[in-house]
């Protein structure tokens, strides 16, 4: 199985975001890193996931998109589209990882994360 294992807020003002979900939540709201506000949302002993908030860009300005982790990427973004979803931003690399946006056949975005 592939976990669920981020989230994703998309926000024309993250600074804003970011504030609003620290204040009214109490999250933990780190520095940005690549234009992404990354926020944990509870301790470590309690159910539940972390993930961030960015600015999102033209094509998903507002919104929430969940990060699935899997073992290879290709082969997932290739499995994918093969059953209907569309690629919204190929294969990117990033330090420890490497990320790509999906939207799948009924409409939902996904990114689809493989840890290095």
Do not use: C
């Amino acid at each position: 199985m592939n976990r669920v294992v981020s989230f994703e807020l998309s926000s024309q003002d993250p600074e804003r975001a970011a504030g609003f979900y620290s204040t009214v939540f109490g999250w933990k709201i780190a520095e940005p890193n690549w234009g992404y506000y990354p926020a944990t949302t509870g301790e470590a002993d309690k159910q539940g996931i972390n993930g961030g908030i960015s600015k999102g860009p033209s094509d998903f300005p507002h919104g929430t998109r969940i990060q699935i982790e899997v073992q290879n990427i290709d082969e997932t973004i290739t499995k994918s589209v093969d059953l209907g979803a569309q690629i919204v931003r190929e294969k990117m690399e990033f330090d420890d990882f490497y990320l790509a946006y999906l939207v799948d056949p009924v409409g939902n975005g996904i990114g689809l994360i493989q840890y290095k």
